[in-house]
């Protein structure tokens, strides 16, 4: 069985445009996840962070003005504080995230998520 593909997509995002580019390209159409406006839930993103082999500070989007304006870069958070802060303020996600089956990648650049489709 072939595993979807699934696109955790933000369409003001040139980055996120161009990876669905690659995978519309490739004859794949996506599940497309407007995680801004449906964030993934708290078992979702713990997943997709395992399946790309990261913690969750791996995945902030560190120049985002909100980043530092609720001091996340803080050493002492915990992993499960990083993740509830993503779930609660998911414009801190970096994008685009790519899952397919037991793999996930960011696209940055999006070249990266043909390792895995």
Request: charged share 35%.
């Amino acid at each position: 069985m072939i595993s979807k593909v699934v696109i955790y997509y933000n369409p003001r995002c040139r980055k996120s445009r161009e990876a669905l580019q690659i995978i519309k390209d490739r004859g794949i159409e996506p599940e497309i996840r407007y995680y801004l406006e449906e964030p993934p839930t708290q078992a979702e993103l713990s997943e997709i962070l395992r399946k790309m082999g990261k913690k969750p500070r791996d995945i902030f989007r560190k120049s985002e003005p909100l980043y530092k304006d609720l001091g996340l870069k803080n050493k002492d958070l915990s992993d499960d504080d990083l993740l509830d802060y993503l779930i609660q303020y998911p414009i801190l996600i970096e994008r685009p995230i790519v899952v397919k089956g037991q793999r996930a990648v960011l696209g940055r650049p999006p070249e990266d998520i043909k390792k895995i489709i």
